[in-house]
């Protein structure tokens, strides 16, 4: 008889009752008989660096598709085989909680659907993702379009004055702009102005990202919070966006008492338009608390990670004169000189898998985090509850087994007449958006409104990184930054001849010399 069961009849013998023995060699019996998870000896000092997610891919091409990374006492498990990643998203998502995420992002979200878990979430979702049916999504084309008109104008003074212009942060205004009016009717209009709000709004954000890659938790020591002057400062802030977000409520619910409109499925107010409007109007029952919440959620969700995608992507732009060709050409037949309407958003095909390819390279967020709610398996490796695990969709997206050139940017990869590439149809290779229940609600919203402002960009300018900017690099936060901005350099394109289409030539009718076009 090996060790265990010698141990366990003298444990026994000793009076220990057996249902406490079988716990405790079950566990043991279980570590005997089942593979154990790989063990990463990774240097503590390369996983700390800036963007964290580089390291743990090279970790991934030595350990495999998930292994175990420790830290003194604190270890995570590391997730980048799409069967698994798959298992904890899609098949066995009650399992899984946000786990670090919900502890780090609770001072600025609460219990708002992304932090949430269990019945709070299952609540929530089921009141928040009506609200963003296809009406919706069709007038935002709209809101998108307008603030990417505002975005053209300030480049258009760069272009006129011949400086260079920083597009990390142009994004950053331009989807908080949007995401203001979608979500509560608010015209943060940042790409104009430093309100206090706006610079209420980037604290918070800072301090969100910097808790999530911070090693020591300090704002949790109590009296921190009084005395250190940037909590202090996180603090006023987020009085300030509170104070704010319960005005744009109370005026919300006027209008609401006030329309005569009847709540049905694709209900929309059309002079407010917004989330807000809708779950108000919807009746939706909820504390202030929860409402404030969920839309500072959606603020946060909705803001960094398009920006960041559109970054990227005139990053990758920037890189291949080519694609930025081919989708000029493509934006000039489809689009001409008019704003996008949702039926465009089916013809910029090419814009569209620019977009899908350009969250290939840059998943935003790069990783996806959970905590087992129960012992589990994944893939052949008996995982015990309370694991924290991180989903490394870079992984996912650049594994070279699972991808032709998985490092170039390669629009082509996803036919032009093809479905767009999702978790589903990618069997989890692709996660852009996450998969399963807790998929992303804005989807839609967000793709649409990066074709949008990409095209309406890209018709007006060429792009170029500026002479003697620093080098991209990467940093992380919650979503993936650049180390030093994005500067470029913006050129007015040449416009392209319009070419008149037969509907104009009545104007013309007279001129004999266009006669011939009237039959
Ligand atoms: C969840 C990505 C834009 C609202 C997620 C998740 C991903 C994601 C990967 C899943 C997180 C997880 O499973 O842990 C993105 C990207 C966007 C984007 C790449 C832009 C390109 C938006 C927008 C909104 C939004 C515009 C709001 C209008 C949400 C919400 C959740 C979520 C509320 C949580 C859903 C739940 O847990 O039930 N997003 N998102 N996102 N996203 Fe997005």
Not at 53 to 82: A, C, M, Q
Not at 222 to 231: A, V
Not at 407 to 417: A, C, Q
Request: proline share 7%; net charge negative; hydrophobic share 40%.
């Amino acid at each position: 008889a090996g060790f265990p069961s010698v141990l366990r009849s003298g444990l026994s013998k000793m009076g220990v009752p057996s249902d406490i023995l079988d716990l405790l060699f079950g566990f043991i019996n279980a570590q005997e008989q089942y593979p154990k998870i790989p063990e990463a000896k990774g240097s503590l000092d390369a996983v700390r660096s800036e963007a964290f997610f580089i390291p743990l891919y090279e970790l991934y091409l030595t350990y495999g598709g998930i292994f175990r990374l420790s830290f003194g006492p604190k270890s995570f498990l590391i997730v980048s085989d799409p069967s698994i990643a798959k298992h904890i998203l899609k098949n066995n998502p009650k399992n899984y909680s946000k786990g670090i995420l919900a502890e780090i992002l609770d001072f600025v979200m609460g219990k708002g659907l992304i932090p949430a878990d269990g019945e709070i979430w299952r609540v929530r979702r089921r009141a928040i993702v009506p609200s963003l049916h296809m009406k919706y999504v069709g007038a935002m084309i709209n809101v998108f379009g307008e603030a990417a008109d505002r975005l053209c104008n300030k480049l258009d003074d760069a272009a006129s004055n011949g400086v260079d212009v920083e597009m990390e942060s142009l994004f950053s205004r331009l989807t908080l702009d949007i995401i203001g009016k979608a979500v509560f009717n608010y015209d943060f209009d940042s790409l104009t102005n430093d309100t206090g709000i706006v610079e209420a709004v980037y604290t918070v954000l800072r301090e969100a990202e910097d808790r999530s890659v911070a090693p020591i938790p300090v704002w949790e020591i109590p009296i921190w919070k009084d005395i250190s002057p940037r909590q202090k400062k996180v603090s006023k802030a987020l009085k300030l966006i509170n104070e704010t977000l319960d005005q744009l409520i109370a005026i919300c619910k006027r209008m609401v008492d006030e329309e005569e409109l009847q709540f049905h499925e694709e209900y929309m107010n059309e002079q407010d338009p917004s989330i807000l409007h809708f779950l108000l109007a919807s009746g939706d029952d909820v504390s202030s608390k929860q409402l404030r919440d969920d839309l500072m959620t959606m603020l946060i969700a909705g803001h960094e990670t398009t920006a960041a995608v559109l970054t990227w992507t005139f990053y990758l732009l920037s890189k291949e004169p080519r694609i930025m060709a081919k989708l000029q050409e493509e934006v000039d037949s489809v689009l001409g000189d008019r704003f996008p309407t949702i039926e465009d958003m089916k013809n910029l095909k090419y814009a569209t898998r620019i977009i899908n390819e350009s969250l290939r390279l840059y998943p935003q967020p790069p990783v996806l985090i959970r905590r087992s709610l129960d012992n589990d398996t994944l893939g052949k490796y008996p995982i015990k509850k309370g694991e924290d695990i991180f989903i490394s969709v870079w992984n996912l997206h650049r594994s070279p087994e699972l991808w032709d050139d998985a490092d170039k940017f390669n629009p082509e990869r996803w036919p032009l007449d093809g479905p767009n590439p999702n978790e589903t149809n990618q069997n989890f290779r692709y996660l852009p958006f996450g998969g399963g229940p807790r998929k992303c609600v804005g989807d839609m919203f967000a793709l649409y409104e990066a074709v949008v402002a990409l095209a309406m960009l890209v018709r007006r300018f060429d792009f170029q990184m500026a002479l003697g900017a620093p080098p991209v690099k990467m940093t992380t936060g919650a979503t993936i930054h650049t180390t030093d901005g994005l500067k470029m350099t913006v050129t007015r394109r040449m416009k392209p001849p319009i070419i008149p289409t037969l509907e104009k030539m009545p104007a013309m009718v007279g001129d004999s010399s266009v006669g011939f076009l009237k039959d």
